[in-house]
């Protein structure tokens, strides 16, 4: 079966810090890798998505950028962190191609300070 | 206007009732169609999707689409109070951006014991 990590599941960071987030998946091959960020009582922003090794699309311009090094790792970054950027991260993973669904990781909430 | 749209709520049934949730989306061509719930402080979990115009049963869940009029809605026989939780709509577009998932804001749904 297949399995989706994040790490880490909290995170405090001061303004002007960088970020890093990494989201594995497991039991699966060539996945669509999505990351999301959820304000509070918001709903889901789309960040970015990958369907493939080092293919990124960004979907809202901001401070930060995600990579995907290897087929089933996908990492969010920042260089700098603003307040703004306080939220809870979602990676998630789906298998390409019309109409599959998506599943959810477990989420890192990160408060900038 | 947003691709796809949810009443925020709360939405509060008492215990036994059946709860109905709507969403509805502005892209004609959407080709597929997802409910899923999240507790507070949680990630996402999938609870039913659906392609095709008419309903769809798994359980006290009933998933209904119409292309035409462009809504689906989750219907939710004998709630219970686990059932309180906000609902999240998804959709995937037509045409070339099918890897990619519209989320709704979400409908906090609040069962009465």
């Known amino acids: 079966s297949q399995t989706i990590h994040q790490w880490p599941a909290t995170l405090v960071q001061p303004v002007g810090s960088p970020l890093s987030l990494e989201c594995t998946v497991e039991g699966t091959s060539n996945p669509n890798l999505y990351w999301y960020r959820q304000a509070a009582g918001r709903g889901l922003q789309l960040l970015f998505y990958?369907?493939?090794?080092?293919?990124i699309s960004s979907e809202v311009p901001q401070n930060l950028s995600a990579s995907r090094p290897q087929d089933r790792q996908f990492i969010l970054s920042s260089k700098k962190l603003l307040l703004s950027d306080s939220g809870f991260y979602l990676c998630a993973w789906s298998v390409p191609g019309h109409g599959y669904e998506q599943y959810f990781g477990p989420g890192t909430r990160l408060t900038v300070t | 206007q947003k691709e796809v749209e949810q009443n925020s709520g709360p939405l509060s049934v008492p215990e036994g009732a059946i709860a109905s949730l709507n969403c509805t989306y502005s892209d004609r061509g959407s080709q597929s169609f997802f409910w899923y719930r999240q507790y507070s402080g949680k990630s996402p979990e999938l609870i039913m999707f659906i392609y095709s115009n008419g309903d769809k049963e798994d359980g006290r869940f009933t998933a209904q689409l119409n292309k035409a009029s462009q809504y689906v809605s989750l219907l939710i026989r004998d709630s219970q109070p686990s059932d309180s939780a906000t609902y999240l709509c998804a959709v995937t577009p037509g045409g070339y951006n099918f890897n990619k998932f519209y989320f709704g804001s979400g409908t906090k749904l609040n069962v009465k014991p």
């Open positions: 990958s369907v493939g090794i080092g293919q």
